[in-house]
């Protein structure tokens, strides 16, 4: 049968050659009862490309709400009224965050600043600020992407994805691990979705944390409806399937939409790291239950970057 899932363990499993965009398509449009079938085959995917182990991250906000874009999805926006209000985080409780998360057995702790960038201007940065976090020893910078470039101006008009990208070319240029990702849900097509994943593929990022929508309220996005968790799925299956060789992290939204059973279902479709605990805005799981769902999955956490 030479359906799309016989032709991506062929080309993906066997050959290491992402899907294309029309391909991703086809797996996004798979029926419900394809789904544990492609979920298979991404985790083959997984296993052979990444191999078995999970890196696991905490994350915490270094500067939270008050910022001046216009992400539609965000309730850290200061063009949007929503509940959030402008903190930082000072020395002393940032060492305390990450004492914290090491304790939880994350092995990777990502600092988020909700403003324009290092500077007080947008994370794209300027080629001096990224020469000075290559040299401090940063050795993965997330810009994400968000969405499918045809689908970006409905999501964010303060700035473009051309200027995300060029972020991110410059971030490689100056040897630091490319991180990028986005949000699924966001009134995107399928077509964008496969647009999307095809994109990512093209940039090769070293991780692509998918996040699923969880509607905030006073944004713009705050009516979008849930993404069902056959449709996140299938997404994840997609995107491992378009990114065979990418760190694919399992980041907010997860339990959401997918619950427990959801989560589980994705470690075994083609997902090798997630966030513990909380996210910037929104509760996550426990980390103790996501370590203890790895170690029922005998997936070993990935030993901390030697680069750090």
Request: glycine share 8%; proline share 6%; charged share 25%.
């Amino acid at each position: 049968m030479n359906d799309i899932l016989s032709v991506a363990r062929e080309q993906v499993l066997d050959e290491g050659v992402p899907l294309e965009e029309a391909q991703a398509l086809e797996v996004l449009e798979l029926p419900d009862d394809r789904v544990p079938d492609a979920l298979a085959l991404a985790h083959e995917v997984r296993m052979r490309w990444c191999g078995p182990e999970v890196e696991v991250e905490g994350i915490v906000s270094i500067k939270t709400g008050g910022c001046p874009e216009d992400c539609h999805f965000c309730s850290q926006s200061g063009r949007f009224h929503t509940p959030v209000r402008a903190v930082r985080l000072d020395i002393p409780a940032l060492v305390q965050a990450a004492q914290e998360t090491a304790a939880t057995g994350a092995t990777e702790f990502c600092l988020v600043a909700a403003v324009r960038g290092p500077d007080e201007r947008l994370g794209i940065l300027t080629r001096e600020q990224a020469e000075e976090l290559a040299a401090l020893g940063v050795h993965r910078y997330n810009h994400n992407l968000e969405t499918a470039r045809s689908h970006f101006p409905e999501v964010v008009s303060t700035h473009t994805w051309e200027e995300r990208m060029e972020t991110l070319e410059l971030v490689r240029e100056l040897g630091m691990e490319v991180c990028s990702g986005g949000i699924i849900g966001m009134g995107e097509t399928l077509g964008q979705r496969a647009e999307f994943a095809h994109q990512l593929s093209e940039i090769a990022p070293d991780e692509v944390p998918l996040n699923f929508l969880d509607p905030r309220p006073g944004t713009p996005f705050s009516d979008l409806p849930v993404v069902g968790a056959q449709d996140a799925l299938r997404t994840i299956a997609a995107f491992r399937l378009a990114l065979p060789r990418t760190v694919l992290r399992f980041a907010g939204g997860r339990e959401l939409t997918l619950g427990d059973l959801g989560t589980r279902d994705g470690m075994l479709g083609g997902i090798n790291a997630m966030i513990v605990g909380n996210y910037l805005t929104t509760l996550g799981r426990s980390p103790e239950r996501d370590l203890d769902l790895l170690t029922e999955l005998a997936m070993p956490v990935k030993a901390l970057s030697e680069t750090l």
